[in-house]
């Protein structure tokens, strides 16, 4: 069933009239990030006024698995249940040379967690979710709102946008430039991207039809239905299949993406032509970030300030991780609270983040198109081995799925589970009738189980019942332990035993990303 896109209300804005007072942030794009982060601040006490370009959600399918940890991030902002119950839920990966399974994975064996390992729903319905949530919020969505200059100040940054009833300036704390890939506003400030294009396209092929596939992800090199080349194929919701196709560098994208050419290919991986074209786009691998995301008074979010190839995953769920990390920092920053430097440890952390997406990308995207000679010879000697030798498996890259980064920080630590480590996102657990995610929220926590924990300022406390799940990801053979986890739900340290001071202590660190 294919979407009905529904425009959102244009309204005249204030500023076209008279002078508007100065916003504390200014988001430009409402895409699933800018909403996002637009929520994500909303949460932490601090409107932000949301800038777009078009009045609908996107069109196509674009973005569509949603990591086990971007879901945790969505529920947080109120639109994770929505997007499990809607999306198409899965775990399992198979990998395939030509029409032979070589392997296959499972992302999440093990029970005790609220969110699944994926979900694969459609960019355009998270974003609908996220829409109404912002509503909800009383947030400031101005659709039809083109900017087309920033200028900064020392303190402040002055955008310029164009309506359908003119043009007007608005002057921000902050502006956060959410706009994608190809960002107007990292245009503006005459910044350019340090990294890789790779000389390969592949097509995406969003199709509707009645299938029996399972919800797994299948990918085959070499299959005989794409001889010589590679392919994809994941189920979402309302009989939607995403296909993707290598198709080499040589190809013409425009000829490609014409449905005289598209169809015949479609044919022959599902063995019919009883579908129906939905969506049809034609990319090429690029693996590039900004040095920096942050400049003065603007910030990068999201594609706006790294893009890596689809595969993986890692393009929508690495921009949540960007929103995760930023949000409670500005936020303090906007409301006084913080000094401005904290949002250095943003820039580090997520450039860190980015450049471990970009390399993990770049592998798949080599292993995938391997350049002739030693590398290709080495790629088929690893799947031909793959099948027959467990040694070999680990070597296939068909694109290593989204993870957290662990985050390299300088911070107590004690022998406990290496899974809950200082950088690390805290692992979900249910706990009594809830969930530790859920337990946590968007505040510096204080977990302690199985001690006493002290009186910190700024820091809530939370003793849940130790339960073998809780023993077995947070304690190990230890009988007792204390974290400090962050508003993002990083852990910040932790300890056998600590102290008042030790915690006020990790907790300064913790604002500085030390």
């Not at 949603?66 to 249940?81: C, P, V, Y």
């Not at 119950?85 to 499972?106: A, P, Q, S």
């Not at 995406?204 to 194929?233: C, K, N, V, Y």
């Amino acid at each position: 069933m294919a979407y009905a896109y529904t425009p959102f209300p244009y309204v005249a804005a204030p500023g076209l009239s008279a002078p508007e007072p100065r916003h504390k942030v200014v988001i430009v794009g409402a895409g699933p990030i800018g909403l996002a982060m637009a929520i994500e601040l909303a949460n932490h006490g601090v409107q932000a006024t949301v800038l777009d370009d078009n009045n609908v959600v996107s069109v196509g399918s674009r973005a569509i698995c949603w990591s086990k940890r971007s879901l945790e991030i969505l529920d947080r902002l109120g639109g994770g249940e929505r997007s499990v119950t809607k999306g198409v839920t899965w775990k399992v990966g198979r990998t395939f040379h030509r029409d032979k399974e070589v392997f296959n994975f499972d992302l999440l064996p093990e029970d005790g967690h609220k969110m699944p390992a994926f979900v694969n729903l459609q960019q355009y319905f998270v974003e609908e979710y996220l829409v109404e949530r912002a509503i909800e919020l009383g947030i400031n969505l101005r659709w039809k709102n083109r900017v087309v200059s920033v200028e900064q100040a020392a303190d402040s940054a002055t955008v310029t946008i164009e309506t359908p009833d003119g043009r007007y300036s608005l002057e921000a704390d902050w502006v956060i430039a959410c706009d994608g890939a190809r960002s107007p506003v990292r245009g503006m400030l005459g910044l350019d991207f340090d990294g890789e294009l790779f000389e390969e396209r592949f097509l995406i092929a969003d199709i509707e039809m009645q299938g029996d596939f399972a919800s797994e992800r299948w990918f085959w090199f070499e299959p005989t239905f794409h001889a010589g080349q590679s392919a994809l194929l994941h189920k979402q919701p309302d009989n939607i299949y995403r296909i993707d196709l290598q198709l080499g560098w040589d190809t013409d994208p425009e000829e490609e993406k014409k449905p005289e050419k598209v169809i015949p290919r479609i044919q022959k991986v599902v063995g019919h032509n009883d579908f129906k074209l939905d969506w049809v786009s034609v990319y090429t691998f690029q693996c590039r970030r900004l040095r920096s995301f942050v400049h003065n008074r603007v910030l990068f979010v999201g594609d706006s300030a790294h893009i890596v190839s689809p595969f993986g995953a890692r393009g929508g769920n690495g921009g949540l991780g960007d929103v995760d990390a930023l949000g409670w920092r500005l936020a303090a920053v906007v409301k006084g609270t913080a000094d401005k430097a904290c949002l250095a440890a943003y820039d580090r952390e997520r450039t860190y983040g980015a450049d471990e997406n970009l390399l993990n990308s770049s592998r798949s995207t080599r292993f995938m198109s391997p350049d002739a000679g030693a590398e290709r010879l080495f790629r088929d000697a690893v799947l031909h081995l793959a099948a027959r030798a467990d040694f070999a498996r680990p070597m296939v890259n068909s694109g290593r799925l989204s993870k957290p980064c662990v985050y390299p920080l300088s911070a107590p630590d004690a022998d406990l589970p290496q899974g809950a480590k200082p950088g690390a996102v805290a692992p979900d657990a249910p706990i009594e009738n809830d969930w530790l995610t859920e337990a946590l929220g968007g505040d510096f926590v204080l977990l302690a189980l199985g001690a006493a924990p002290p009186d910190v300022t700024g820091v809530r406390i939370l003793t849940p019942t130790v339960t073998d799940t809780l023993r077995k990801r947070y304690l190990g053979d230890q009988p007792h332990a204390l974290y400090l986890i962050r508003p993002d739900q990083v852990v910040a340290a932790r300890w056998i035993s600590g102290t008042k001071a030790d915690v006020e202590a990790a907790l300064a660190a913790a604002w500085e990303g030390r």
